[in-house]
């Protein structure tokens, strides 16, 4: 029998018993769906994950704190008058106190350092179009990470730290609310920006919109340049208290082609920085304890669809089984007739991975079409703070992958059932009954 004619009568054997076989078929149908889902999801996220960092680092910036106390002392922790002053709360890498002018000495001061730029906390108290009344004035919160000078712009240019005019990044949300037809024409226009100083009076400032920015993972404010951040740091700043920041950003000198900065740079200065009592983070590494736990999350699904597959492939195991005793007799003429051992298990081999093509490839589909539906409506509804998010991000060789790794759980399966036909006697089994 031909390898084409051995195909043919597996894909026809395979629905002798069509209530069987179905049965079988949404077992794998059941894990197809699950697994093509879960994955989808892991797509999604980490490709949008992976945009956001790239909109917002270059990979050659380091966010620096002081490091996270690892050791306790007995009793109260004794006073230093030119220590570093307690944070009011913990700051994004977790540490509790804030930089100092020493730490930035100490940074500019370590090989492979370029350029340091501390993080100052402004607050600015609200936002209005210039010349607008009281009453068109809203809130306005600052990003202090846009002092890495990035942004996910729909419109304008990023903000330069190199002009003495004070510059602001405004998301999306204010463009309509101050007034202005879209983000294209907000551009270049000034706002009116209020504080309160150090004497809480309060005081106004004029800035110049130089961009709108999306909402995202780092979107969590607007963004100020550095002379409008230190306009403002300057008013509110209490006399006779020294400076302290938040963080620093710490670019670093490149050692690889063109002078770019590999991995092992970044591991040499945050070595450096452990050294100093300090902390750097990469945002890839601030980001990386949230694709951990979002994996983690995706790997309990996937185990389900894990544990749905394995009870499918008892499924195919027992309708290969009773498919081999119900044609005892028709394997015997088959033997008799000249059939290999060989060309019998691919027979029944075939007909458990046709099985598994059908549930896969049903499964991949349906969890498709759905999905499509699904990722669509979040996109519109819960998730629309979020462009550029798509939930499910169904990618083909992913899919693809799906249906064969099924495939081949299902020729696993059907080994068992296979061997036993294929070692049939063919003298006993035509005298089966």
């Not at 740091?233 to 590999?262: F, R, S």
């Amino acid at each position: 029998m031909r390898t084409a004619d051995v195909i043919g009568n597996a894909a026809r054997n395979a629905f002798r018993s069509r209530l069987r076989t179905t049965l079988t078929v949404l077992s794998l149908f059941v894990g197809a769906f699950t697994l093509t889902l879960t994955t989808a999801l892991g797509a999604g996220v980490n490709e949008y994950v992976a945009t956001q960092v790239a909109t917002v680092s270059t990979g050659d910036a380091l966010l620096v704190a002081p490091a996270v106390a690892s050791e306790t002392t007995e009793g109260p922790t004794p006073f230093e008058a030119d220590g570093r002053q307690q944070a009011t709360q913990p700051n994004p890498l977790g540490s509790g106190t804030l930089l100092n002018a020493a730490d930035l000495e100490t940074m500019r001061g370590l090989d492979g350092v370029d350029l340091v730029e501390p993080v100052r906390m402004i607050t600015l108290d609200w936002v209005a179009a210039d010349g607008a009344d009281e009453d068109a004035r809203f809130e306005l919160d600052i990003n202090p990470s846009s002092s890495l000078g990035r942004s996910d712009l729909v419109a304008g240019d990023q903000l330069d730290n190199g002009t003495d005019a004070a510059q602001v990044v405004l998301q999306e949300d204010y463009v309509a609310a101050l007034g202005f037809d879209d983000a294209e024409s907000a551009i270049g226009e000034t706002v009116e920006l209020g504080y309160t100083d150090a004497a809480q009076a309060e005081q106004t400032i004029e800035a110049e919109v130089a961009g709108i920015a999306r909402t995202s993972l780092f979107a969590a404010g607007a963004g100020t340049n550095e002379s409008l951040t230190d306009a403002v740091t300057e008013a509110q700043a209490i006399p006779g208290q020294p400076e302290a920041y938040v963080l620093a950003v710490a670019h670093l000198d490149g050692t690889g082609p063109d002078g770019a900065v590999t991995d092992q740079d970044v591991d040499d200065v945050k070595a450096l920085l452990a050294d100093a009592d300090l902390t750097g983070q990469t945002v890839e590494d601030q980001l990386g304890v949230i694709q951990t736990v979002i994996n983690g999350i995706i790997g309990v699904l996937s185990a389900f669809s894990v544990i749905a597959l394995l009870a499918a492939s008892f499924g195919i195991v027992n309708t290969l089984l009773m498919s081999v005793q119900e044609r005892t007799r028709e394997i015997g003429l088959m033997k008799a007739m000249g059939m290999s051992d060989g060309r019998v298990f691919s027979l029944f081999s075939l007909e458990a991975v046709v099985i598994g093509f059908l549930g896969s490839a049903i499964g991949a589909a349906v969890a498709i079409g759905l999905g499509t539906v699904i990722s669509s409506a979040l996109a519109a509804g819960p998730l629309a703070d979020l462009p550029g998010l798509t939930i499910l991000l169904f990618d083909p060789v992913n899919v693809l992958l799906v249906i064969v790794v099924i495939m081949l759980v299902a020729f696993l399966s059907g080994v068992l059932p296979a061997r036993r036909a294929a070692r049939q006697d063919p003298i006993d089994s035509l005298r089966y009954e």
